[in-house]
């Protein structure tokens, strides 16, 4: 049987970041959790006018350390989809977060590959370059020889900028809104949130964003100029890499979502190119989105198309977007 939690005491089992309440809460006045006897799985709820949609933070999380069982994932999704239909808790289930990927998909559902370069830390500097491709390497290694320096910081507001800069120079659609950033600055920092920045000639050539919990360090936000000192923005990685295995006996660090047979040759497959160079591996899995109620889906969609075409922007709906990009067309 489905439940819906609506605080973190009463869940018991151990969360990661992604579905902690403290992270909820700052994404939407609206959140919970979905539970059984075996899976939690977290939500935000985003309400607009008469529009409702669901976001997953997270993929299913066990509450014991079983085995991985793709049909008892299945079945549990199949279920949760039902109870927001029947509790008409939502119109849409959005996208899920990038950092999540599932295991399996409910049914009659829109389905997609996805996955996430993670790789795995410990507190040395020098192991984790010597994981890096030879020809990064060298540039990591000169970049040290010439003085890069990377630093912690708690200056939101010039890491916020620098990371908007980047977004925009990318085509980014959504930009990270400067509240929420500062909302979650003064909720997350330093517990689970550190910011880095990576300076050469007294000029910062880049910044860096993680979020963390007990275990595993995610890179949420990063940015840069647009021609940084070769070699430090891995510095700027690795860096923080040994610092949280170093301080907070952190085990592996995600990079946040990927597509697994990108095309090369697109700006996105060089990002992606810069995430495997580390040594990374990538966790492979699937997204899905389910539409709930057709009519409001579609009255939302042009709803939201009309607010980017009057601040002037294109947008591109991310599954599409992502599709053009694969391979496969993201086919399951």
């Not at 200056?155 to 959504?174: F, V």
């Not at 991310?318 to 067309?329: A, D, F, H, I």
Request: charged share 30%; with cysteine.
């Amino acid at each position: 049987m489905i439940k819906l939690i609506k605080t973190e005491n009463d869940i018991k089992a151990p969360l990661p970041f992604f579905a902690k309440e403290i992270y909820l809460q700052s994404k939407s006045d609206y959140y919970g959790w979905f539970e059984n006897e075996h899976f939690v799985l977290p939500f935000t709820l985003f309400k607009k006018f008469i529009f409702k949609r669901i976001v997953f933070t997270t993929e299913i999380i066990y509450k014991s350390e079983e085995e991985i069982n793709i049909q008892k994932e299945k079945d549990f999704l199949n279920k949760v989809v039902a109870f927001i239909k029947k509790n008409k808790i939502a119109d849409d289930i959005f996208k899920p977060q990038p950092s999540a990927v599932f295991n399996s998909y409910p049914d009659n559902c829109e389905a997609f590959k996805w996955g996430s370069f993670v790789i795995d830390i410990e507190p040395s500097l020098e192991n984790m370059i010597k994981k890096v491709s030879k020809s990064q390497r060298n540039y990591i290694r000169r970049a040290i020889k010439d003085g890069v320096k990377v630093e912690k910081t708690s200056n939101y507001e010039e890491i916020h900028k620098l990371a908007n800069e980047t977004l925009a120079r990318q085509n980014i659609q959504l930009l990270i809104n400067k509240n929420e950033f500062k909302e979650q600055f003064n909720s997350f920092h330093p517990q689970n949130m550190l910011m880095f920045k990576v300076i050469y000639e007294n000029e910062i050539q880049g910044t860096l964003i993680v979020f963390i919990d007990e275990e595993n360090a995610f890179a949420e936000y990063a940015g840069s100029i647009v021609k940084p000192k070769h070699g430090s923005l891995k510095l700027l990685h690795l860096t923080a890499m040994e610092y949280l295995a170093k301080n907070y006996n952190l085990k592996t660090y995600d990079f946040i979502g990927a597509i697994p047979d990108i095309i090369e040759g697109s700006k996105e497959a060089g990002i992606q190119k810069f995430k495997k160079e580390f040594g990374a591996r990538i966790k492979e899995g699937y997204q899905f989105r389910v539409i709930i109620n057709p009519l409001k889906y579609y009255l939302f969609d042009k709803a939201l198309k009309l607010y980017f075409k009057l601040k002037k922007v294109q947008y591109e709906d991310p599954v599409e977007k992502y599709r053009k990009l694969s391979k496969s067309y993201l086919k399951v």
